[in-house]
């Protein structure tokens, strides 16, 4: 069977950004949102940064999707990267999070409210 390159390509990125998503949720998410389920003041924190995120990207008006949260998620590393910031790599001190942890860990949170079918490999 041979598909249109449109749908190829669509799916390609669809697979991407879903990689892209299990990656950031893997480093970055399993072990925030597991603190921020034993400190209501880092929930706080999640809750109020994933608020934010949804606003940006105009959540209330049209559905998440995993590209929409990992492109966001790719702006964030961009711009601390400028401004001499480095992402989280290896284990993360949720103690004491800076505001890049916060928001990053605010997108895992979203993105486990994804429509599950938007996760699945196509």
């Known amino acids: 069977m041979r598909?249109?390159?449109s749908q190829v390509a669509t799916r390609t990125a669809a697979?991407?950004?879903r990689s892209a998503l299990?990656?950031?949720s893997a480093?970055?998410?399993a072990s925030g949102l597991a603190a921020a389920a034993a400190n209501p003041g880092l929930l706080a924190m999640v809750d109020q940064h994933a608020a934010?995120?949804?606003d940006s990207l105009d959540g209330d008006r049209r559905p998440l999707t995993p590209a929409?949260?990992?492109?966001y998620?790719?702006?964030l590393r961009a711009a601390a990267l400028e401004h001499g910031l480095t992402p989280p790599t290896g284990a993360v001190d949720w103690t004491e999070p800076d505001w890049l942890r916060i928001r990053l860990l605010a997108v895992c949170a979203l993105a486990r409210t994804l429509d599950p079918r938007h996760l699945e490999a196509a």
Do not use: E, I, K, M
């Open 73 to 75: 998620a790719d702006g």
């Open 52 to 54: 934010a995120v949804r």
């Open 3 to 5: 598909l249109p390159y």
């Open 27 to 29: 480093s970055v998410g």
């Open 15 to 17: 697979n991407a950004a």
């Open 68 to 71: 929409a949260l990992v492109g």
């Open 22 to 24: 299990a990656l950031l």
